[in-house]
């Protein structure tokens, strides 16, 4: 039997939130009359964050931007990402991720590699699970995803994904439903396969958005035939739209269906919670075959590099669409303090704390959850 984790800390986030903060504080309004971006560079930097799902994380991050080609139309800057994290939760994290912009910005290659070593919690299948089906287990996972896209027009992008994920369950509780046979994908396994997808992305910026829309479509098919453990289809809607009401305040929405269709794993399935979809719920404490989840946001300015924000969402997992039922969304709520550490990129520092059972959750990270 897993042992009990300690419920989130309030001060363990106002902790973390003030050594962040107090670097870029130092720095003063520096970035203000900086250069523009020069062709290539190199960052490397602590991290620190909080989730309940790791509690307190620390780590390394890195960024090295460049332009590839010396075509005469301009393009956005290549990059690759990387970081190196370790939680309080004893969870391991190392990832790699990359931008690739070619032909003047026309021809967009990116994906990314990830190996995680992580404990986690398993609360069954369905909308009706209940805090004491909860059951403790331990995976590490591979997962290299490639996406081949062409950009049309000005917002237009559609191509190819590839991918394969590849888990390891290293531990389950041993009167668990994970060690019962009956859940697909308990015993670890591996996907491989590839998809079709198209977006629309008018977005004035990808980290604190306060104008445009996001639209985007994701099919993907996992067969064994590639070698994988399981096979079944998977697809994503994703629709966002941002509002500015004037005085930099922006009123934010997002729309998302995902369905699966096949014998997926249990770690595939559509579910919702963590620090991007319903914050406040454990990330996957519902999961299921098909999902429907709306989330609002009210973001405005405090004062200096300070804002604040207030969240709601609704959520609703089940075995298929036409069994979703008005009773049976779960809602979400919340607030929020920013923090404005780069203007140039307009990228926040963001405490959240979400309300969605008895105790409130607190999140601590970069960039705004849509």
Avoid at 62 to 80: D, K, P, V
Avoid at 113 to 118: E, H, L, N, T, V
Avoid at 301 to 322: D, E, K, N, Y
């Amino acid at each position: 039997m897993a042992v009990e984790r300690p419920a989130p800390r309030g001060y363990a986030a106002a902790f973390a939130l003030l050594a962040v903060l107090l670097f870029p504080a130092l720095r003063g309004e520096a970035e203000q009359t900086a250069p523009p971006p020069a062709r290539s560079g190199f960052i490397i930097a602590p991290v620190a964050y909080y989730t309940p799902e790791t509690r307190l994380a620390w780590g390394l991050v890195g960024i090295h931007h460049f332009r590839l080609g010396r075509a005469l139309q301009a393009s956005r800057l290549s990059h690759y990402r990387f970081n190196f994290v370790r939680t309080q939760n004893k969870q391991s994290i190392a990832q790699v991720d990359y931008e690739l912009y070619l032909a003047g910005g026309r021809f967009l290659v990116d994906g990314v590699a990830k190996y995680s070593y992580f404990p986690d919690r398993f609360y069954g299948i369905g909308n009706r699970s209940r805090e004491e089906d909860r059951e403790d287990f331990t995976s590490s996972n591979w997962r290299l995803q490639l996406n081949l896209q062409r950009r049309w027009g000005e917002h237009f992008f559609a191509g190819l994904h590839l991918e394969t994920y590849d888990v390891s369950m290293r531990a389950r509780q041993e009167d668990g439903l994970l060690t019962g046979g009956s859940v697909p994908g308990a015993a670890g396994g591996t996907v491989n396969g590839l998809g079709v997808f198209a977006k629309w992305d008018s977005r004035d910026n990808t980290f604190s958005p306060a104008g445009g829309a996001y639209l985007s479509f994701f099919f993907n098919r996992f067969f064994r035939a590639l070698g994988g453990d399981f096979a079944f289809g998977q697809v994503t809607l994703d629709a966002r739209g941002y509002l500015g009401l004037g005085a930099e305040q922006v009123v934010a929405v997002q729309g998302i269906l995902r369905a699966v269709q096949g014998a997926a794993p249990f770690l595939m399935l559509p579910k919702f919670g963590g620090l991007n979809l319903l914050r406040g719920y454990y990330d996957g404490r519902y999961s299921d075959r098909s999902l429907l989840a709306l989330q609002a946001e009210y973001r405005r300015p405090l004062w200096g590099r300070f804002g604040v924000c207030a969240f709601a969402g609704i959520a609703q997992v089940q075995p298929r669409f036409s069994l979703l039922e008005l009773s049976g969304f779960h809602l979400a709520g919340g607030a929020g303090l920013r923090y404005k550490f780069n203007r140039r990129e307009n990228l926040n520092v963001r405490l959240d704390i979400g309300f969605a059972g008895d105790a409130p959750a607190f999140y601590l990270t970069f960039a705004e959850a849509f």
